[in-house]
Structures are given as C-alpha cells and as structure tokens.
C-alpha cells in the first residue's frame, strides 16, 4: 500500500485546480478507480484547452462520465462520456448556470444544481426534465438518496428532499443559519451530512429531518463532504 500526495494540473485563466490524495492498493477496484481519476484529467485537459470554456463539475456514473462545461456566463453544456472508451455519448445544453452534477445508480438520469433557485432531474435518453422548486437560494449541490428520492441544498440555508418523478418536496432540513455548500447521504445509516459556512458539519436523520449532531474543529468554511 502506497499513500501520497499528487499535484494533477493547474488552470490558471480557468481557476481548474486538482489536488489529489491518493491510495495506491493492488486490487481491481482500486485500478479501475484509478483509471476513471485518470480519464477525468485528460478530459478536463481537453475542455480547458479552449480559453473560452471551463469545466465547473464532474460526476462519475457506473460507466459514464458527466462533465459540466461552461459554455458563457448564462449558458452552460454537460458532456456525457463513456468512461471505458472515452467516446462523447451525449450532451445537453441549458440555459442556466449550473453549481452541481451527479448521475444516478443506473446511469439513467442526470441531476443538476441552478442558479435560478431549483434542481433539475433530466432523463439522459428522453431529455425530459422534473424541475424541483422551492428554494430561495441558488443550488449548491444535488445528490441521490433512496430509489426514487434527491437530495439538494442551497444558500438559503435548508436542505430539501424531493421526489424525483414528480418534484415534489417531501421533507424540509432546517437549522442552518447559512450556505449550505455540500451534502452527502448514507444508505447505510440513513443519515445526511451537511457542509455550510460556520465551519462546521451537521449530521440529520434523512427520514425525519431531525438534525442528531454536529461536527466542529475547522477553522474555515467547510465546502466539501
């Protein structure tokens, strides 16, 4: 077993900086892991070649790749690829700046955090899109939670749980007195973590949305779980 330290690439006109740790473990998975790391680095470099783009997001599916591009100030594309051969599957373009990206389990569908205060669920096949509204705030992130379930979080200081087919809102976090900047789901436990700005991260029941923790030791704002 191998840890270290990689410094990747650095952007400097597109402000894209990878800073890596990384495990270096003989296995399959850990290879294939290491694999996809690899491939998201050279198609980022791809992008990032033009002064007019910029790569602002990037999610791993089981074998697809969504790599949110930055098209204009108003007007981004997401790029779908094929993690195995490289090949560009798909792409959409949307009118809206876009903060977040993640694919569900079965590479189905992509979800996306706006600018315009909502999350989108869009069928990677049809196109067709569920538009969850009910922030206040722009969405920093949008994650998956059980089957048929995301979760969102945004600068207006809640997490929200909806329905992913029909957008509606089953279940408001609140506690938060800032930006909610990131969150993370655990299948296992059923909880959710939550990143924001006084440098701390709560921990919540995802079924009841009552908050059952907190975490506290940074000395700035915690922007990523």
């Known amino acids: 077993m191998k840890f270290g330290f990689a410094l990747i690439k650095k952007y400097i006109k597109k402000e894209i900086f990878f800073f890596v740790f990384f495990v270096e473990v003989k296995t399959p998975a850990a290879l294939f892991d290491s694999l996809k790391m690899n491939r998201t680095f050279e198609l980022a470099e791809r992008v990032t070649t033009d002064p007019d783009l910029g790569c602002s997001a990037v999610a791993f599916g089981q074998d697809v790749l969504a790599m949110v591009i930055r098209l204009t100030n108003i007007k981004y594309a ?7 051969t490289f090949d560009l599957k798909d792409e959409l373009e949307i009118d809206l700046c876009v903060y977040h990206v993640s694919v569900s389990k079965d590479d189905k569908a992509l979800f996306i ?3 315009d205060r909502t999350g989108r669920v869009i069928d990677i096949k049809t196109k067709k899109s569920v538009t969850l509204n009910g922030h206040s705030g722009p969405v920093f992130c949008i994650i998956p939670c059980e089957e048929n379930d995301v979760l ?30 990131s969150i993370l789901y655990d299948k296992t436990t059923k909880r959710v973590f939550s990143a924001w700005d006084d440098k701390s991260i709560m921990v919540w029941n995802a079924e009841t949305g009552v908050k059952i923790g907190e975490m506290r030791g940074h000395g700035d704002v915690v922007r990523s779980i």
């Open 113 to 115: 955090g706006c600018n």
């Open 152 to 181: 969102t979080s945004s600068s207006d200081g809640t997490i929200r749980r909806w329905n992913r087919a029909t957008g509606e809102c089953i279940r408001t976090f609140t506690g938060h007195s800032d930006w909610v900047r």
């Open 78 to 84: 997401i790029h779908i690829y094929n993690i195995g």
